[in-house]
T-cell receptor, first 113, second 114 residues
Framework: DTAVSQTPKYLVTQMGNDKSIKCEQN?????MYWYKQDSKKFLKIMFS???????INETVPNRFSPKSPDKAHLNLHINSLELGDSAVYFC????????????FGPGTRLLVL | AQSVTQLGSHVSVSEGALVLLRCNYS??????LFWYVQYPNQGLQLLLK??????LVKGINGFEAEFKKSETSFHLTKPSAHMSDAAEYFC????????????FGSGTQLTVLP
């Protein structure tokens, strides 16, 4: 069983389109994250949710909107895609309490043409 | 605020040689430190972590790291490199807020030469 899954794995789209990436975790974790990995492999936090509540919203264009329908899911919707949005997007989850390990999904490779 | 510096964006070692990947951190609170590995076109896998207690931490695949507070370092080592160790390695530190988000270093690409 996959602990943190993301769909789709690859996403190729045109500039200006709207797309969504889905993330699900079956670990029962309280906190979920979205990270962006750019072309130079640099990883940066975008959003964090705890029990469906947004707790981190880094400096990210408001074209990016996360949604957490329940504790096990954190989706990322992107409006009006731009060339610079091309990246790998990773979802991660972490248990609450003193545990600190984050578990990452396989990533969604987004290419905007 | 936390930050991580990884010295050397590319490291090459011969198979069987010592692997040393360097990581220095900056943190205003006691840090939790991590090493993750990323194989090509895959996600991130935890190698090891330091939270509290013993400063020498052993991880998977024969890797270990030592937390040195006086040097603000958390270098990753492996006594003998294997071809399968070729990957990108990331050092990370957690934030102090409730989200405990990870702040990553810029990564080190490890190449293992036959």
């Amino acid at each position: 069983d996959t602990a943190v899954s993301q769909t789709p794995k690859y996403l190729v789209t045109q500039m200006g389109n709207d797309k969504s990436i889905k993330c699900e975790q079956n670990l029962g974790h309280d906190t979920m994250y979205w990270y962006k990995q750019d072309s130079k492999k640099f990883l940066k936090i975008m959003f964090s949710y705890n029990n469906k509540e947004l707790i981190i919203n880094e400096t990210v264009p408001n074209r990016f909107s996360p949604k957490s329908p329940d504790k096990a899911h954190l989706n990322l919707h992107i409006n009006s895609l731009e060339l610079g949005d091309s990246a790998v997007y990773f979802c991660a989850s972490r248990p609450g309490g003193p545990q600190e390990t984050q578990y990452f999904g396989p990533g969604t490779r987004l290419l905007v043409l | 605020a936390q930050s991580v510096t990884q010295l050397g964006s590319h490291v090459s070692v011969s198979e069987g040689a010592l692997v040393l990947l360097r990581c220095n951190y900056s943190s205003s609170v006691p840090p939790y430190l991590f090493w993750y590995v990323q194989y090509p076109n895959q996600g991130l896998q935890l190698l090891l972590k330091y939270t509290t207690g013993a400063t020498l931490v052993k991880g998977i695949n024969g890797f270990e790291a030592e937390f040195k507070k006086s040097e603000t370092s958390f270098h990753l080592t492996k006594p003998s490199a294997h071809m399968s160790d070729a990957a990108e390695y990331f050092c990370a530190v957690t934030g102090s807020g409730s989200a405990r988000q990870l702040t990553f270093g810029s990564g080190t690409q490890l190449t293992v030469l036959p």
